[in-house]
């Protein structure tokens, strides 16, 4: 049974008064969401109890610490159904890990008369890696249109796919729109295009049950601070094939087999792209993390994120003046982005605050999108599985507060 005033319970933050006498509503998970105690706990007790280097010496500490690092890894892969645990690369977040494949499996295959897709609803972290790629290797970018309602054009993405792009990556769930693309669909039609894809998870995983084997998916970028995880580490997944034949990204200890002053040779995955001491204590984290969305089910959390979200669409549009971005909470996630009249998205964020609720204003690393719907700047409110129907008429009371202030 999902009861949120339990959930609620696992989460020491929301008992915060932000302001005296404002206790918080967060509103801005989409950015970072809250950790559970059992996850602070769990990097608590490594520090305490079992601090060490992994896989380096072989005291018992260091063995402890190894263990918990890769038990982690372990839990990952089957909370994503990675045929192979070896395949979920430890990175610092979703950005480290598309910068991953663009300078590995990019820079190894891509050439100049070369095309890749990417769609106008990307965030910039899985858009400037490709650009900074094209401006030395010189291949083409073309991104997907959307339809005015904030959906993935399928018929544009057809007509990209006969130009025989060599990769296709674009998000799973948009962090403005909330819309959430039809992967499996996108991936298939990619295939037989010839393309390899990348996933950019970093707003689905967190929120409904992503199956990669399922998905068929080439990669997959996620971070754990935006699934109750720390923050300071991410996932690359990847098929098998295609890990095995990239180069390594950054190059140091742990990354190799064996090093001479003439050379080196690159150590077996996952540790190939895992230069250097890693962030072991978030590994562990992390892993508390998904026993925690486990526990919960992830069903339970998509279903929950649901009801929320189409009860403050209901109410959010009663509001005069409000302009939301994909307002069909049909194929959209927990994620509400708008305009408000004149009133700018900073004003409106700050005004919020004063009364403990904390949502996001700008263009929430999507300038291109912004751009394309022809507004600078929209204010976001984003829920997770903490949220309650309470936190968003509070968040709606709060929208009228702001009319009647710039009145
Ligand atoms: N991709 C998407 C779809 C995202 O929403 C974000 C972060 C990233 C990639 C990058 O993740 P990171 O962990 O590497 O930073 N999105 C947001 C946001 O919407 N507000 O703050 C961060």
């Given at each position: 049974m999902f009861d949120v005033a339990l959930i609620r319970?696992?989460?020491?933050?929301?008992?915060?008064?932000?302001?005296?006498?404002q206790k918080l509503i967060y509103l801005d998970s989409a950015a970072s969401s809250q950790k559970p105690l059992s996850v602070i706990e769990s990097m608590n007790d490594y520090y305490r109890n079992s601090n060490a280097n992994i896989h380096r010496g072989v005291h018992k500490l260091a063995e402890e610490a190894t263990e918990k690092y890769e038990a982690a890894r372990t839990k990952i892969a089957k909370f994503i159904n990675?045929?192979?645990?070896?395949?979920v690369i430890y990175t610092r977040n979703t950005t480290e890990s598309i910068n991953l494949v663009a300078n590995t499996w990019g820079r190894q295959n891509l050439k100049a008369d070369d095309l890749i897709l990417l769609t106008q609803m990307e965030h910039h972290s899985n858009i400037v890696p490709w650009q900074m790629l094209s401006s030395q290797l010189g291949f083409s970018i073309e991104y997907i249109k959307i339809t005015?309602?904030?959906?993935?054009?399928i018929e544009d993405y057809k007509q990209l796919l006969v130009r025989e792009p060599k990769l296709v990556s674009f998000t799973y769930?948009?962090?403005?729109?909330g819309s959430i693309n039809p992967a499996k669909e996108l991936i298939q039609l990619a295939h037989a295009a010839g393309a390899i894809t990348l996933v950019d998870g970093a707003q689905a995983v967190p929120h409904f049950p992503v199956d990669v084997q399922d998905l068929d998916a080439d990669f997959l970028a996620f971070s754990a601070h935006k699934m109750v995880g720390p923050t300071g580490i991410g996932v690359l997944y990847g098929k098998f094939d295609l890990l095995k034949k990239m180069p390594p990204f950054l190059g140091g200890g742990d990354m190799i087999k064996e090093v001479k002053f003439s050379g080196f040779s690159a150590n077996d995955l996952p540790y190939k792209f895992e230069a250097g001491t890693p962030a072991i204590a978030e590994a562990v984290g992390f892993g508390a993390a998904i026993d925690y969305l486990e526990s919960v089910g992830m069903e339970n959390i998509d279903r929950h994120e649901n009801v929320i979200l189409r009860y403050a669409l209901g109410k959010i549009m009663?509001?005069?003046d409000v302009k939301v971005?994909?307002?069909?909470?049909?194929?959209?996630?927990g994620v509400i982005a708008f305009t408000f009249g004149k009133i700018h998205p900073h004003d409106v964020a700050q005004i919020l605050d004063r009364s403990g609720i904390a949502v996001r204003a700008g263009h929430h690393c999507a300038q291109p999108l912004h751009e394309l719907f022809a507004i600078p700047a929209t204010t976001r409110a984003s829920f997770y599985l903490y949220n309650t129907t309470q936190e968003v008429d509070a968040f709606v009371d709060g929208l009228y507060k702001v009319k009647e202030y710039f009145k």
């Open positions: 319970e696992d989460f020491p933050i929301l008992n915060r008064e932000v302001h005296p006498g990675s045929e192979k645990s070896k395949q005015p309602e904030g959906l993935l054009d769930m948009s962090n403005v729109l009663d509001v005069p971005l994909n307002s069909n909470p049909k194929l959209k996630g």
